[in-house]
């Protein structure tokens, strides 16, 4: 049975009308919502640029930036945009009649990166940080032509950890995608409103709600990505340990300067000795702190 009521965006039209599809909507609502105000993300009266790519999460984010917009809990103006990058049989229509359909305000981009990555990057190396960083480009020029104040991303919870995880093993530092930056210029934001959001959940709200899903060939298509071998450990860690992602989700929320080994994050050459605390019953034992 599919939801047609008026009681939603149309982007969540002929929603399946179940109790698990409106706990797993809703969850994802609050959680996007929890993370816009918890990290500051709203400027009444903004324009936001929502980048689109076609996949299970962008897609999640659209509906849920709509939803909470059409309830009047995100005041802010939302403009999709999709960057088409040239690969070969990437469907071009697909996004534009979706976006047509749905009565979403949108802006289609052409730039033929494909061919660059391709022609630089060296057989057998992959194409994400090259890509990656042509995109962002192409993205902060039409966020400024189109009068935004911020980039809006699909990032969810398992990405932000594989990248705490990959700047770990191969980076040698404790860093991830901060769900709010600003831009290397100083002129755009840069948001990650899903920062909280599982990708599985993503996952089960694009196939319930039956997104045209566009996979991405340039990438998706190279095997031994450090991504997906990190991926597979989180999963292992995963199915050893259900709801392990969840706690090292919140490790990163919990963070203890002190208790690292950064002398530019806390002064320890500046410690000092001070009074200890005895235990109460007076057996001399110093208190843990």
Same mark, same amino acid.
Not at 181 to 189: A, M, R
């Given at each position: 049975?599919?939801?047609?009521?008026?009681?939603?965006?149309?982007?969540?039209?002929?929603?399946?009308?179940?109790?698990?599809?409106?706990?797993?909507? &809703?969850?994802?609502?609050?959680? @996007? /919502? %929890?993370?816009?105000?918890? !990290?500051?993300?709203?400027?009444?009266?903004?324009?936001?640029?929502?980048?689109?790519?076609?996949? &299970?999460?962008?897609?999640?984010?659209?509906?849920?930036?709509?939803?909470?917009?059409?309830?009047? $809990?995100?005041?802010? %103006?939302?403009?999709?945009?999709?960057?088409?990058?040239?690969?070969?049989?990437?469907?071009?229509? +697909?996004?534009?009649?979706?976006?047509?359909?749905?009565?979403?305000?949108?802006?289609?981009? *052409?730039? #033929?990166? !494909?061919? +660059? +990555?391709?022609?630089?990057?060296?057989?057998?190396?992959?194409?994400?940080?090259?890509?990656?960083?042509?995109?962002?480009?192409?993205? !902060?020029?039409? =966020?400024?032509? %189109?009068?935004?104040?911020?980039?809006?991303?699909?990032?969810?919870? #398992?990405?932000?950890? %594989?990248?705490? *995880?990959?700047? $770990? *093993?191969?980076?040698?530092?404790?860093?991830?995608?901060?769900? &709010?930056?600003?831009?290397?210029?100083?002129?755009? *934001?840069? !948001?990650?409103?899903?920062?909280?959001? =599982?990708? =599985? #959940?993503?996952?089960?709200?694009?196939?319930?709600?039956?997104?045209?899903?566009?996979?991405?060939?340039?990438?998706?298509?190279?095997?031994?990505?450090?991504?997906?071998? +990190? &991926?597979?450990?989180?999963?292992?860690?995963?199915?050893?340990?259900?709801?392990? /992602?969840?706690?090292?989700?919140?490790?990163?929320?919990? @963070?203890?300067?002190?208790?690292?080994?950064?002398?530019?994050?806390?002064?320890?050459?500046?410690?000092?000795?001070?009074?200890?605390?005895?235990?109460?019953?007076?057996?001399?034992?110093? /208190?843990?702190?």
């Amino acid at each position: 049975m599919k939801d047609s009521s008026g009681e939603i965006h149309p982007l969540f039209h002929g929603a399946p009308n179940t109790t698990g599809f409106r706990k797993l909507r &809703k969850r994802i609502v609050r959680q @996007t /919502r %929890e993370a816009i105000e918890q !990290y500051g993300m709203i400027e009444r009266g903004a324009r936001w640029l929502v980048c689109l790519s076609g996949g &299970k999460d962008s897609y999640t984010l659209l509906a849920v930036l709509h939803e909470l917009q059409w309830r009047g $809990l995100l005041p802010v %103006e939302l403009l999709a945009c999709n960057l088409d990058q040239g690969q070969p049989g990437f469907p071009a229509t +697909v996004l534009p009649e979706f976006l047509e359909k749905m009565g979403v305000s949108h802006r289609i981009v *052409f730039r #033929d990166t !494909y061919s +660059v +990555v391709t022609d630089k990057v060296p057989e057998g190396r992959t194409f994400c940080a090259l890509c990656s960083r042509l995109r962002r480009g192409h993205l !902060y020029r039409v =966020a400024r032509e %189109e009068g935004c104040s911020a980039v809006v991303l699909g990032h969810h919870r #398992d990405d932000i950890l %594989e990248t705490f *995880f990959m700047n $770990l *093993f191969h980076g040698g530092r404790l860093a991830t995608m901060p769900p &709010k930056l600003v831009n290397e210029e100083g002129d755009l *934001f840069v !948001y990650r409103p899903l920062a909280h959001v =599982a990708e =599985a #959940d993503c996952e089960k709200f694009a196939r319930s709600m039956d997104y045209p899903i566009i996979p991405c060939d340039l990438c998706g298509s190279q095997d031994g990505l450090q991504r997906q071998q +990190v &991926k597979q450990i989180l999963d292992g860690w995963e199915r050893n340990s259900p709801g392990r /992602r969840q706690v090292m989700f919140r490790a990163l929320m919990n @963070t203890r300067p002190s208790h690292l080994l950064d002398p530019k994050l806390f002064d320890f050459a500046g410690l000092e000795r001070g009074k200890i605390e005895f235990d109460v019953n007076g057996d001399d034992i110093p /208190r843990l702190r």
